[in-house]
């Protein structure tokens, strides 16, 4: 069973950065891309980007580039992501998701995990 | 981008009844070498991650009651729930994985009446 298991919520002050992660189980996680998604109170489903577990290649939306880094580690089948320079605009739910291939779209997804920037 | 404009953006609904919401892309999402459309539909509740609930514009995820149907092909598409039921009540988004960035629309939130 493929399993999508994420960090626990972060309450961070504005400037500062958070990594979030997404640990992964059931299936090879070489073989995959995982996207990171961003979901703020009430409002749309933004796609920030996605990582190949295989060589940790990736492809960013262009709003989000400057802003969140992903990374892999294939030895513990996770996948990060880094959000730097943080404000109250990234105060949101972040969710790690998984298409069935290359192009499909999201079959699974993490829990999400809440960032709250406040001071 | 591919923007996609969902509607209407809320819907109240009495058990039994029958819905159809609308998403409309700003490009075809009509791949010509599968011949496919690349647009599917999720269902999220609140405190829950998005279900995928159709794929290919009609496909229905293993598991998704027949109820659920998707429809359309180019830049109109609809999700048609007949015969609602109470677990129904959620949000409903639609999303092109024709190109990226991945993009969905702004959702439409099914209420009871």
């Known amino acids: 069973e493929v399993q999508l298991q994420q960090s626990g919520a972060e309450l961070v002050k504005p400037g500062a950065s958070v990594k979030l992660s997404c640990k992964t189980s059931?299936?090879?996680?070489?073989?995959?891309?995982m996207s990171w998604l961003k979901q703020m109170p009430g409002q749309n489903i933004e796609w920030i980007g996605n990582?190949?577990?295989?060589?940790?290649?990736?492809g960013y939306n262009q709003k989000f580039k400057g802003k969140a880094t992903l990374t892999v580690d294939k030895s513990s089948s996770t996948a990060y992501m880094d959000l730097s320079s943080l404000t109250s605009e990234d105060s949101a739910v972040y969710f790690c998701a998984r298409n069935y291939y290359s192009g499909a779209p999201f079959a699974y997804w993490g829990q999400g995990t809440l960032v709250t920037v406040s001071s | 981008d591919i923007v996609m404009t969902q509607s209407p953006s809320s819907l109240a609904v009495s058990a039994g009844e029958t819905v159809t919401i609308n998403c409309k892309s700003s490009q075809s999402l009509f791949g010509s070498v599968r011949q496919k459309n690349y647009l599917a539909w999720y269902q999220q509740k609140p405190g829950q991650s998005p279900k995928l609930l159709i794929y290919l514009a009609s496909t229905r995820e293993s598991g998704v009651p027949d109820r659920f149907i998707g429809s359309g092909s180019g830049t109109d598409f609809t999700l048609t729930i007949s015969s609602v039921q109470a677990e129904d009540l959620a949000n409903y988004y639609c999303?092109?994985?024709?190109?990226?960035?991945?993009?969905f629309g702004a959702g439409t939130k099914l209420e009871l009446k």
């Open positions: 059931g299936y090879t996680f070489s073989n995959y891309y």
């Open positions: 990582i190949y577990g295989g060589n940790g290649g990736t």
């Open positions: 999303q092109q994985y024709y190109d990226t960035p991945y993009t």
